[in-house]
Every structure is written in C-alpha cells, then in structure tokens.
C-alpha cells in the first residue's frame, strides 16, 4: 500500500492557468487607476486651457466691446437716417413746383380780370389697404381689419377775384375753362375746377358792372413715396 502526502501548503499551491488571480488584481486595479489618471490629466488639460482661452476672449471682448457698441449706434443712426431720407424723398415726390404754375396762371389771366387772394391748402391721409380673405384657422374679425398703406397728398386751390365790363360774365366763365384745360394745370387736377360764386359787387355803384367770383380744385392724390429709379415724380 503506498501514501502520497502534499508537504505544500495552500497558499503555496499553484493553480492551473497562466496569471495567479492576486497577480491579475493587481494588473486590473493598477490599469484602471492608470486610465483614470490618464483621462484625469487630460481633462484638467483641457480645463486649464479652455480656461486660458475663456480668459483671453474675455480680454478681448473687454477691448472690443466698446468699438461693437459704438458700431451697432452707427447702425441704427445709418438706419434711421435711410428712413428719413426716404420720407424727405417722399415728400419730394407729392409736392409740386408751383412757380411755372404762377408764371402760367398770369400769363391765361385776361387782362378785366383781377386776382385778390390765391389760397393753396395741402391735405394729407394714409391710404388703406383691402382687408385679406381670411385663412384656414385664422380669426376672421381680425383678417377683415384694413391695414395701414402709403400716404397720400393733395391740394385745394382757390382763387378769389374780379372782374368789370360788360362781359364780365363771360370772361369769367372763359378763364374758368382756361385755368382747366391749361397744359400745365390740366394733369394736376382731379376734376376739371369749378366756379364756386359768381355775383355783382354790391361796393361798386350800379354804373360799374363788375363782378366778384371764386374759383376752387383739387389736385389728385399724389402718393408719398420714394420714386423708382428712371421714374419723374
């Protein structure tokens, strides 16, 4: 009969494989500390630099800052002076030349007839636009609302004057058509001016035919807005 005795102890014994598991916990944990120190480093790297850039941005911007502000009120002032450019241009396009227009109103006047007040009155009102057809879920009541368009100018004149002789009727009657159908006033008017009054002069005695009357017309409404280019106002 043979005994076999085992004279190593079971710390001592070796186990079937390549690494021990003492050796394999120690290579694990000393790998992860050494990837968490890896990663650590680079992510106090980046910390440190995207600090440093944040830091040289901000000097930057503290040098900038003042010309950005001072850029965007130029802006806004180049803005509005556009604005108030267009409106003067506006402006230039409904007003009318009115000295030809004198010229012209003594050259037609007959020589019986005498102006004693010319009164040249401008209006002004903003064209509304058609309410829009309301869409597909849209309140009605508030698509129906007109909205606000361009705005428009015109002018009332009125002539106040009189006339003597013995065809002081007729001559009045015939600078009336004159002042309406005159090249220069033509296009100007909405409706061809009318004689408002035509009476005798109660202040001159009976001898004296002479007669007071009063002339009025509007120009069309000329619209307030900057001319196209190659377009005359």
């Known amino acids: 009969m043979s005994i ?76 509005t002076e556009k604005r108030f450019q267009q409106e003067l241009r506006g402006w230039q396009a409904a007003r009318i030349e009115w000295k030809p227009l004198l010229i012209e109103l003594r050259k037609i006047c007959p020589p019986t007839v005498q102006l004693r007040r010319l009164g040249i009155q401008g209006d002004l009102f903003i064209k509304q636009k058609p309410a829009a057809a309301p869409v597909d879920g849209e309140d009605s009541a508030k698509a ?22 013995a065809m002081a009727e007729d001559i009045v009657v015939q600078f009336v058509r004159a002042f309406g159908s005159d090249p220069l006033f033509k296009p100007l008017f909405e409706k061809p001016p009318q004689l408002n009054s035509l009476q005798r002069d109660t202040t001159q005695g009976p001898d004296q035919p002479v007669r007071i009357f009063t002339i009025e017309g509007s120009t069309q409404k000329r619209e307030m807005r900057e001319p196209r280019a190659g377009q005359s106002p």
């Open 4 to 79: 076999r005795v085992n004279l190593i102890k079971p710390e001592e014994a070796r186990r079937q494989g390549v690494v021990g598991m003492k050796f394999l916990t120690y290579v694990s944990a000393s790998t992860a500390v050494a990837i968490l120190l890896i990663f650590g480093g680079l992510s106090f790297m980046r910390y440190e630099t995207g600090k440093n850039d944040l830091t040289a941005a901000l000097n930057i911007w503290e040098t900038r800052e003042p010309m950005y502000n001072k850029s965007l009120k130029m802006k806004e002032d180049l803005a």
């Open 144 to 165: 129906a609302a007109p909205s606000l368009g361009l705005a428009m100018r015109w002018y009332t004149i009125t002539m106040d004057g009189k006339a003597a002789g």
